[in-house]
């Protein structure tokens, strides 16, 4: 049969389906012996089409996956949808559609794209995180959590978005607007929940050392998490109060010519009301965004009536409120220390206060020697900081700050998980009892897109009974943070239709940890953060084992287009489905996997990549094809002919290198290339080898199974061919045979006045004078040497060429 992808690849589609061959074993059908692989990629947002970032992705997953099952592992590969979130409720707003309508029918449209690919998903563990099934659970986790004292409510400033109605996360703030719809964002205090998860933060660093992920993500990762050791010093007031600042630099406290507070400090907030001038500047920086106080190269502030005593020398300190300290870092105030720290320098300068130098150093920024600093002189230091400590008693105390924030999941839209809580007139904030779950979405709402929730505009949602007192009450009507969603999702593939738990314990030390994770490079920190600091509260309440989810990550390089990413506001997007409906689905994948290495972009040249993949294939499809099937084992060595065993040689090193790449090295582009130099080695065995047929068999049949990860339609249809009726996707991986893996005869070619003349054969082992010996004794070099006096003969190093000068 010739490559007709689009006849044969629903064909096969189908034998796969009617086998069920993706499926993967439960706990109990594992048996002690069996090797397992849990295959995950990031689940995707059901926004209405596959995208060539998708592709990219799920296609090198499934490379992984029809590989380590062909190596006889029990392989674990599924595929969700994350399918809460903003874009189905805008849709809603905009189309009238209801968001659930409009999420089922995205769903339907993209598993019909995925299942044209091929990708060996086992579609019985899919999931949808907006199905009650679903997120039911993401309340029971809620309920564990707050029990353990892991979520807690607080009044914090958030970035709140009028237009939307909305509390957006740090990341979606870009220059103090939304970044999606350029709504402007404002500072607003608000009573929310958040998940404790600072309380991990050490532990979120030190695991990093058993993770075999990308250096950068983990670098990534460190930043975010933000560790910072210094001290924590308690300042006295000149009216008797005290305030405690947060120093990584105590040894520059001689240096300290102001201090800064938030303009969120109690001690700001109560001063600002006998001071109209305060006050107006606290709510000019109140206006401020988050990103814009931290970037901001103005340092704004405002001199307050606040006076602190430094704690050596007696002198008063002015103390002012300033832009740049925020309320959630550290204690929310500053002692400032303008000679040795740039922000503070920027501020002294500003506001003409005095810049004593008090570390002698060769970068001013950086740690020296103590100067100016009384009887801490010439200390380095770090020696300065441990004498300092002792010196101020109880006043100072090492101390470790994180920039890492606690999670504040709150969101003020429908479309998400609502959260299981009940406000009582009487008994205040109430969780939900766990037999009531799942607290369901109600349907009759109306989504006006301006103002509150539209939760808030269903009785049937808000009104309910106290589950403590019984008293009338009013239901929450906060949802989640949709991140909660894909926090723990790939746990529920191990046990999709569980009703008792979120998953098995059995099933979760079946699989876990992720063996091998695929997803870009974008959910470095929030998402493979949260994800983390779940897997760690799942192993708290004895769900699952282990510390960690994911053992390895790889990061896959964006498709792009004229060098941008693919993008809708860009109109650059190429429709997979357009590449699939014209050239099929083998074609597309072998491009992606070929077109370069995993964690590089891709740039889509057009369609000149697929055609070429297009031409490897039929390629294949010919060799296959003019090929009679042979059932003759490869006869023994000895009885090979050269080219037989250069061809068998070049087979059994190919699978050497291939098995490596995609066992350890998850190189897949070479994967590629390699077939296609066997493909040219198969076609230079003559047509009259007197052992054609089984070598032949042999290799075409090696080629296949190396083949078939990439190429999995056209795999099944080779194998067909050469004579075998069952799949080709449960055939085993071939193994690399010791004994051909080093050639040992090796071709010389031998040149004569600079000209090829012939080639000899040689042993693999035979040294500079044999070679010479037989380059001399070439037969279709004798014409050119006959009559003639020999000048010299070179071998040059490496002995693959012997040059004959003749006169
Ligand atoms: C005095 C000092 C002198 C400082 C010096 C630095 C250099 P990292 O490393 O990021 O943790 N700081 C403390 N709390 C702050 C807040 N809420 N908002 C803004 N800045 C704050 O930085 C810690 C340093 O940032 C602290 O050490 C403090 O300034 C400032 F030569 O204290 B330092
Ligand atoms: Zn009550």
Redo the contacts with the bound molecule.
Sequence with gaps: MPFEPLQQEPRIQQRWMEAGAFKAPRAAEIKASDRTFYMLVMLPYPSGRIHMGHVRNYTLGDVVARFRRMRGDKVMNPLGWDSFGLPAENAAIKNGIHPAKWTRANIQEMKGQIQKMGISYDWDREIATFLPEYYRWNQWFFLKMWERGDVFRALRNVNWCEALGTVLANEQVVDGKDERTGHPVVQKPMEQYFFAITKYADELLSGHDQLDWPENVKAMQRHWI?K?E?ARLTFDLADGKQVQ?????LD?LF??TFMAL?TEHPFIVEAAESDPGLKAFCDQVAAMSREDRLMSDIKLGHRSRLEAIHPFTGEKVPIFAAN??????????????PA??E??HAFAEKYGLPIPKV?ESTDP?EPGILVNSGEFDGLTSEAAVDAMVAKLGGRAEKAV?F?LKDWGLSRQRYWGTPIPTIHCPDCGVVPEKPENLPVLLPEDVAFTGTGASPLTTSRTFLDCACPRCGKPSRRETDTMDTFVDSSWYWMRYLDPKNTELPFARAEADAWSPVDLYIGGIEHATMHLIYARYFYKIMRDLGLAPGDEPFRKLICQGMVLKDGFKMSKSKGNIVDPDEVIAKYGADALRLFMIFAAPIEKEIDWTGFEGIEGATRFLRRAARMVEDHAPCKEPVPAKEVLTAEEKALMVKVHQTLHKVTDDLSHRYQFNTLVSSLMEMANALADLPADAPHRGPVMQHALEVFTLMLSPAAPHLAEQLWETLGHAGLCMHASWPVAEEGWLTADEVTVVVQVNGKVRGRVQVPASAGEEARREAALACPEAQPHLAGKTIVKVVVPPGGKLVSIVVK
């Design positions: 933000g910072s210094g600042v947060f120093t990584t630099r520059t240096g300290v938030s740049y300290v925020l309320m959630d870092y550290g204690t929310g105030a500053v002692m400032g220390v040795h720290d922000r503070d570390i920024w700050t920039k």
